[in-house]
């Protein structure tokens, strides 16, 4: 039999096409699959800065209901009794914060006589 020299013939230009056919899909596929393996990550990795952020909040919220609940303190016996100018700037004070909405009328009537009582 003799052997044909130069270009290949039908069948070896069908195999060359098939094998370069398979290679692209099959690079497609692995750049596809690699593009979506990107894609899941950045979406867990926003989640999570979400869920950071959404936990941060929450835990600033829950600190500030627990200081406005929180009972003022009441002066120690064993404190000093306040002067009339330290009774004078405590009630001012007082007064800002009843002006800020941080105390309530009650709130800085019980305030106030016992900084005038103490």
């Given at each position: 039999?003799?052997?044909?020299?130069?270009?290949?013939?039908?069948?070896?230009?069908?195999?060359?096409?098939?094998?370069?056919?398979?290679?692209?899909?099959?690079?497609?596929?692995?750049?596809?699959?690699?593009?979506?393996?990107?894609?899941?990550?950045?979406?867990?990795?926003?989640?999570?800065?979400?869920?950071?952020?959404?936990?941060?909040?929450?835990?600033?919220?829950?600190?500030?209901v627990q200081a406005q609940q929180a009972p003022p303190s009441a002066p120690r016996p064993s404190e000093a009794p306040l002067s009339?100018?330290?009774?004078?700037?405590?009630?001012?004070?007082?007064?800002?914060?009843?002006?800020?909405?941080?105390?309530?009328?009650?709130?800085?009537?019980?305030?106030?006589?016992?900084?005038?009582?103490?």
């Open positions: 039999m003799r052997r044909r020299m130069g270009r290949p013939g039908l069948m070896g230009t069908m195999a060359r096409t098939a094998v370069i056919a398979g290679t692209a899909t099959a690079v497609s596929g692995g750049m596809r699959q690699h593009s979506a393996q990107n894609a899941a990550q950045q979406q867990q990795a926003a989640e999570a800065q979400q869920q950071a952020m959404d936990d941060q909040a929450a835990n600033q919220a829950a600190a500030q009339t100018d330290d009774k004078i700037a405590k009630i001012k004070e007082l007064g800002e914060l009843k002006t800020a909405g941080l105390l309530t009328e009650d709130e800085f009537a019980n305030e106030k006589a016992k900084v005038l009582a103490g």
